[in-house]
């Protein structure tokens, strides 16, 4: 005899809901009852994609890393101030995200000031590390952890780039006063892409030095 | 009282171009993806008739060719790095831009918001942005096809070091690296269109759907989607490091001390078989992102023109879930011979063999579907119960070829391409052609013809078969891939009439699909009109909406759902089937 | 109201497509048991383990094949529709598909492991001391098989000695170098004794593919990749590439003899050391 099983239920309908689509946070006309809002989907979808970006790319530096013709270049002196720098901002970023929540507006603006000055500052920093890179004669082709050491940078760079760009359209939304304690998700999504780049650029920063 | 959603599309009427051409509706989108990955389609399989021809007379003269590609004929004859470019972009043009796109692309984005209740994609601007991407990514290989270096030669597959050295062989040049940057163009689409569909379908589905009442054609889409976010981005960053060992004297993939010609290459210790585990990585889990959507699909299909539920929708769903998961655990398997360590032979023998498992549930589910049915055997009906027929037989040869030390002998020959044609290409077409009948009367308001269609079916079903099940025996044979002459080798000579059954049928399947193409194109114009919204008596939302569906898709108010989609057939019911968005008069009985 | 189990009506569609998978069925069954086209004829000890594996796989799915298509042609002939009734509703039975996936899983796990026996024998397994061993070179796109000759040494090889004549790149001064051969599209071995063969690339990968020894490996630049196996049948075979190469790749043959003695193995060894 069949089994009559939830998903046949039939007759259940839900409890009404307010209209519209409420910012895609939650209930909405659509019915949805799900508990996470598109925006922060779409966002950690997004970083899964870059995660995997890079995920991939470390397979292919632990493989090579056992290869007999690896060897190891001196890490540019300036990508220590450079990480503490991203982190800085990425701490910006969240002071701008609490400030808003305790509805203090001008705070949030001057931390999201803060926070893109370090992440051009970090960018422009990360250029100057290919420099000194550059200058001690190690370039792209010159050894394995050479070429990965510019492209891991290189591509880590970009993102952080997008996440400039991000940060900029959240500041300008600040500053038009269009972010307030029951809106700002915009901020709370920036802040979440700063961190996983920030745990990213760890991430690769580690390796690196580990080898 | 609720703001109605048609007064905020009660605005201007948008200008031709903004309505069918930048449009950001998803329906537009999904039929632009559609059309696109046709005419690519038509290009890759112009491609394979040119092989054929040349597989089944190889050194026969041909002076009409000739005088159509001078160069690549010069002297009568097809050149063999004509033959292998023809491989290379026939096998890139049909995964990437015809599969991966008609289903996911097509399918996905006219179909998601339709079938969940919503009124279109949750990030309608980023939908139409990974279109016009993807185009350009189509404008970017098909320009490969025509650069004066020649078209690239690596196989779809790209191999190292013969990929990553432009002077490994003619068209490894220029022609390589337009390869990759589209390749690496259609990834950055595929993940745009995957964001997408994986938050439309989980935050937009209408009142009353659960996870468990969507149509097996939404969960394939979803899982595929994150399978894509997965594994494309793994592709994009091979691709990456491949583009720099060309191009900026990196070795990721390349040795040291390699000689191409008389010429010494100079690298420093990259190893040729990380392409291939990254590929791979990717690789695998891309064909079951080409054959879930098709699974889903046809199972919603045969349901419905079987008039019976789908049989064990709980186990359809798991099985899905579970060979996704698995896809990355499998990819060893085209590595067999590789000279990677024999030890991961035997691990991912035994991955390889469990992921047959699901499959085979799947199996029994669409025949138990089938069992005690009462079948309409329309076009679209046709079409999916070939899938089923055609997943069949591709699959267990995929048994063969799992099984390591029997894949030692059939690896890199035509019982691989016998195997993956039937599987990835084949059983997919058939679900797409079954979606493509089915939808049609929504997504144009018109029928398709009905006698052309199946017409169609009969020519290609028969020719299908008769193209690729000799295959496998000409694999069994010992026939290589991507060989220009098979005639070079004295063991290949006796089954030469076989390739040139292959290619007569060949020719015959691809003349049948302009029936198709034709049928499809007069139609949209001047098909007979569908004034029923639901002429296939089918139960998903979509089917509730007009034929086609206006902006907004439902009109003032969203349905509610109160069933699965499954209600075909229900006893004690008026009609043979309930619509999900009926509410329950009568509990079914048992 | 019917549910199900009254008949459902022969359809013209129906019986059409169930008589094409009949033929299917028994076109298919006819080229694996009648075998018109079929391996190349077995030379080596290891093959016939491969063949008998083949064989297994094949009964499995051979049967496997004719039960499913064949149900699916059943059901598409007997299950049309007839206009007034209704198909069956049910949808599940646990225990059918429990029943299935776990007959599937064994079979599938017996293939496993029958699999892996063979797999072991030929991985797992050193080749005995008294082989034959050549060192091949594949390249762009011809095969060059180096032998060590009478001293049993095989000599140095460097990229940076490679030149048109001398495609290994053969230190002739050294000294273990002065006897070896250096054959290009030729091999020898003699029947029924191992042949250890350690494969090489100059450039892109290539496949190593003796049809009728049931040999395949790919030949990898930078990797030096060993395979071994033993002739059984004496006679003239082929070898091909079975990895796309380049534009040569359909030409990339070479011929491989087995001696019907270790003698006229030796005396081809002679006669090609004096080229």
Redesign the interface.
């Known amino acids: 005899m069949p089994v009559l099983t939830d998903d046949r239920r039939i007759g259940t309908v839900p409890p009404p809901i307010p209209p519209g689509d409420n910012g895609g946070n939650g209930p909405s006309e659509y019915g949805s009852s799900f508990p996470i809002s598109k925006g922060q989907i779409g966002v950690w979808i997004l970083l899964t994609a870059v995660v995997m970006l890079f995920a991939g790319l470390s397979s292919a530096y632990i493989v090579l890393r056992g290869v007999p013709a690896w060897q190891n270049i001196e890490l540019p002196s300036l990508l220590w101030p450079n990480t503490a720098i991203l982190l800085l901002s990425s701490v910006a970023i969240d002071l701008a995200r609490r400030a808003i929540r305790r509805r203090d507006a001008q705070s949030m603006k001057r931390w999201l000031i803060a926070g893109l000055v370090l992440g051009v500052a970090f960018l422009l920093g990360q250029v100057a590390a290919w420099r000194q890179l550059v200058n001690a004669g190690v370039y792209l082709p010159s050894t394995l952890q050479s070429s990965f050491f510019y492209i891991l940078s290189g591509l880590h760079g970009v993102h952080l780039l997008g996440g400039v760009i991000a940060l900029v359209w959240v500041l300008v939304a600040a500053l038009e006063n269009k972010i307030t304690v029951f809106n700002y998700e915009r901020l709370k999504l920036c802040a979440l892409y700063w961190h996983v780049m920030d745990a990213i650029w760890i991430y690769l920063f580690g390796m690196l030095l580990l080898s | 009282m609720?703001?109605s959603?048609t007064a905020e599309h009660v605005h201007h009427e948008l200008g031709f171009v903004r309505k069918y051409i930048f449009s950001t509706d998803h329906k537009i989108i999904g039929i632009q993806y559609m059309i696109t990955a046709m005419a690519m389609a038509v290009v890759g399989g112009l491609l394979s008739m040119l092989m054929r021809y040349q597989l089944a007379w190889p050194q026969v003269l041909s002076p009409t060719l000739a005088k159509i590609f001078p160069i690549s004929y010069s002297g009568g004859v097809m050149?063999?790095?004509f033959?292998?470019s023809l491989?290379t972009m026939h096998g890139t043009l049909m995964v990437f831009f015809l599969f991966t796109a008609v289903l996911t692309g097509g399918f996905g984005n006219f179909l998601i918001p339709l079938q969940i209740?919503?009124r279109d994609m949750?990030?309608p601007f980023l939908n139409a942005l990974s279109y016009w991407v993807f185009l350009l990514s189509c404008i970017v290989i098909f320009s490969a096809l025509f650069v004066t270096s020649g078209a690239p030669?690596?196989?779809w597959t790209a191999?190292?070091?013969?990929s990553a050295?432009p002077s490994?062989?003619?068209g490894q040049a220029t022609g390589m690296t337009l390869w990759i940057t589209a390749i690496a163009l259609f990834s950055v689409s595929g993940?745009m269109g995957?964001?997408n569909y994986?938050?439309t379908i989980?935050?937009?589905?209408?009142?009353?759907?659960?996870m468990?009442?969507l149509p097996l054609t939404q969960w394939s889409l979803l899982i595929t989607a994150i399978l894509g976010?997965?594994?494309?981005?793994?592709l994009?960053?091979?691709g990456?490091?491949l583009m720099?060992d060309r191009l900026?004297?990196?070795?990721?993939f390349?040795?040291?001390?390699?000689?191409?010609?008389?010429v010494?290459i100079d690298h420093?210790?990259?190893?040729?078989?990380?392409w291939q585990?990254?590929f791979w990585?990717f690789g695998h889990p891309e064909v079951y992102i080409v054959v879930l959507p098709a699974m889903g699909m046809a199972s919603d299909i045969l349901s419905t023109f079987?008039?019976?539920?789908?049989?064990?929708?709980?186990?359809m769903v798991y099985s899905m879930v579970a060979i996704s998961v698995l896809s990355f655990v499998v990819w060893g398997h085209h590595m067999f011979?590789?000279?990677m360590n024999?030890f991961l032979?035997?691990v991912f023998?035994?991955t390889t063999?469990?992921i047959?498992?699901p499959s085979?549930?799947k199996?029994?589910?669409w025949?138990?579907?089938?069992?005690?049915?009462?079948?309409?055997?329309t076009a679209a009906g046709?079409f999916a119960?070939g899938f089923?027929?055609m997943f069949?037989?591709g699959g267990?040869?995929g048994?063969?070829l799992g099984?390591?030390?029997?894949d030692?002998?059939l690896?890199?020959?035509y019982f691989v391409v016998a195997h993956f044609h039937l599987v990835m290409a084949i059983a997919p077409l058939f679900a797409a052609f079954a979606g493509l009948y089915f939808w049609f009367p929504k997504m144009f308001g018109r029928f398709m013809n009905p006698l052309l269609g199946?017409i169609h079916f009969?020519f290609t079903?028969?020719g299908a078969?008769c193209v690729f099940?000799?295959m496998h025996?000409?694999g069994?044979?010992?026939q290589?891939?991507?060989?220009?002459?098979p005639t070079?080798?004295?063991?290949l000579v006796?089954?030469q009439p076989?390739n040139v059954f292959i290619t007569i049928s060949a020719f015959i399947l691809g003349a049948a699909q302009l029936i198709f193409l034709v049928n499809f194109f007069v139609s949209i114009f001047a098909g007979k009109r569908a004034t029923e919204r639901n002429p296939w008596h089918a139960t998903t939302l979509e089917w509730t909406a007009p034929s086609p569906p206006g902006h907004g898709n439902f009109g003032e108010e969203?349905p509610?759902v109160?069933?699965?989609p499954?209600d075909?057939?229900?006893?004690?019911e008026k009609e043979?089937f309930i619509p999900q968005d009926v509410?329950?008069t009568v509990?079914?009985r048992? | 109201m019917a549910d199900g189990t009254g008949p459902g009506r022969f359809t013209l569609s129906g019986i059409v497509l169930a008589g094409l998978i009949v033929i299917l069925i028994v076109a298919s069954l006819y080229f694996f048991i009648a075998q018109p086209y079929w391996f190349p004829i077995l030379a080596s000890e290891h093959g016939a383990r491969i063949d008998s594996l083949f064989m297994a796989v094949l009964v499995v799915s051979g049967i496997a094949f004719v039960l499913v298509q064949g149900a699916l042609g059943f059901f598409v002939a007997r299950y049309g529709e007839n206009g007034r009734e209704r198909a069956a509703y049910w949808h599940d039975n646990p225990k059918a598909e429990a029943i299935l996936l776990i007959i599937t899983a064994v079979i599938l796990t017996v293939l496993v492991f029958m699999g892996q026996r063979v797999w072991a024998s030929i991985y797992f397994s050193d080749a005995p001391t008294d082989a034959t061993i050549v060192e091949i070179t594949g390249e762009q796109f011809l095969w060059n098989f180096h032998y060590a000759g009478p001293d049993g040494q095989f000599g140095r090889t460097d990229s940076k000695l490679i030149t048109s004549t001398n495609n290994i790149g053969l230190d002739r001064d050294d000294p273990a170098a002065k006897d070896d051969i250096v054959s290009i599209g030729n091999m020898h071995a003699p029947v029924n004794k191992p042949v250890r063969v350690r494969l090489r690339s100059k450039d892109v990968i290539h496949s190593f593919f003796l049809p009728n020894f049931r040999v395949k490996q790919d030949a990898v630049p930078g990797m030096g990749i060993e395979v071994w196996f033993t002739p059984t049948k004496a006679g003239p075979f082929e070898v091909a590439c079975a990895e796309l190469c380049g534009l040569g790749h359909y030409r990339m043959k070479a011929a491989l003899t087995i001696d019907e003695s270790q003698e006229k193995f030796n005396q081809w060894l002679e006669e090609a050391a004096k080229q």
């Open positions: 609720h703001e959603h050149a063999p790095e033959y292998i491989v209740g919503a949750a990030f030669m690596g196989g191999y190292a070091p013969l050295v490994a062989a003619p993940l995957g964001l994986i938050t989980l935050t937009m589905r209408t009142r009353g759907l659960s468990m009442r976010l997965l594994a494309f981005p793994v994009l960053g091979a990456i490091l720099f900026g004297g990196t070795s990721f390349v040795p040291a001390g390699i000689i191409m010609g008389q010494p420093a210790g990259g190893h040729p078989l990380l585990h990254l990585f079987c008039r019976k539920p789908i049989f064990s929708y709980r186990m011979v590789s000279g024999p032979g035997s023998t035994l063999l469990l047959a498992v085979a549930v199996t029994f589910n025949l138990g579907t089938m069992w005690g049915a009462r079948i309409r055997f046709l119960i089923v027929s069949v037989s267990l040869s048994i063969f099984t390591s030390a029997a030692i002998q690896q890199d020959t199946k009969w079903f028969i078969y099940f000799p025996i000409i069994v044979g010992g290589m891939r991507r060989i220009y002459d070079q080798y004295m063991f006796p089954q076989v969203l509610t109160y069933r699965w499954f075909f057939s229900v006893p004690g043979d509410p329950a509990t079914a048992h």
